[in-house]
Structures are given as structure tokens and as C-alpha cells.
Nanobody, 122 residues
Framework: QVQLVESGGGLVQPGETLRLSCAASGNIFAVDAMAWYRQAAGKQRELVATIATSGATDYADSVKGRFTISRDNAKNTVYLQMNSLRPGDTAVYYC????????????????WGQGTQVTVSS
């Protein structure tokens, strides 16, 4: 069994910072790309940032220059540093990872965390 557990969400004022963490655990053989998505109330889930095993990153235009995605491969953990937060960043943030289980036959599957609420409001 593989699971992703997020932490670090909360209520902040505009301009403040938050750091989200997401740890993958369980019967893991390997972890490929990891990512953060978000879903605001009444809107579709959208991709925020991705990071490859090499460390190569990509960001949605709306967060470029403000958010930084990083990972610790030894801990199977992905982070999202969010600076200069805006009310428009308010959403439930989900982590996502492509993982190869130790179970045989080994197959790559995409797993999701349970989500963590980020609210930016004065």
C-alpha cells in the first residue's frame, strides 16, 4: 500500500508565506515525477508545479516567481514553498506522484494525497 500525506496548509494574510510538504510512504520501489495541484471552490483542479527526479521543474504561469517546488529523493518527499501569497491562491492543494510499487508485478501508478487547505485572506 502506498500513501501520500500532505501537511503545512493554513490561513495566512496576503503577502505571507507557507510551505507545504508531502511524504510518500509504504511499499515503494521508486518514485518518478512529483507535482502539486490545487482546486479552488467551484473550479477545476489545476496543475501548480512539477518536479522530475532530475530536479527539473515547471510552473503554472500564475505562480512563477512566487512558488518553488523541491524534493528530497531520500525521503520521498516533495515541498512547495509559497511566497507572496494572494487571495487567488486560496484552494485545496494536492500532491501527486508517479510511483513504482514493490509489489510484483511492478507497475507504475499515480497516487494522490488527501489535500490540504490553503486560505489567503485579510
Amino acid at each position: 500500500q502506498v500513501q501520500l500525506v500532505e501537511s503545512g496548509g493554513g490561513l495566512v494574510q496576503p503577502g505571507e508565506t507557507l510551505r507545504l510538504s508531502c511524504a510518500a510512504s509504504g511499499n515503494i520501489f521508486a518514485v518518478d515525477a512529483m507535482a502539486w495541484y490545487r482546486q479552488a471552490a467551484g473550479k477545476q483542479r489545476e496543475l501548480v508545479a512539477t518536479i522530475a527526479t532530475s530536479g527539473a521543474t515547471d510552473y503554472a504561469d500564475s505562480v512563477k516567481g512566487r512558488f518553488t517546488i523541491s524534493r528530497d529523493n531520500a525521503k520521498n518527499t516533495v515541498y512547495l514553498q509559497m511566497n507572496s501569497l494572494r487571495p487567488g491562491d486560496t484552494a485545496v492543494y494536492y500532491c501527486n506522484a508517479k510511483i513504482l510499487s514493490r509489489r510484483v508485478p511492478r507497475t507504475w501508478n499515480v497516487y494522490w494525497g488527501q489535500g490540504t487547505q490553503v486560505t489567503v485572506s485579510s
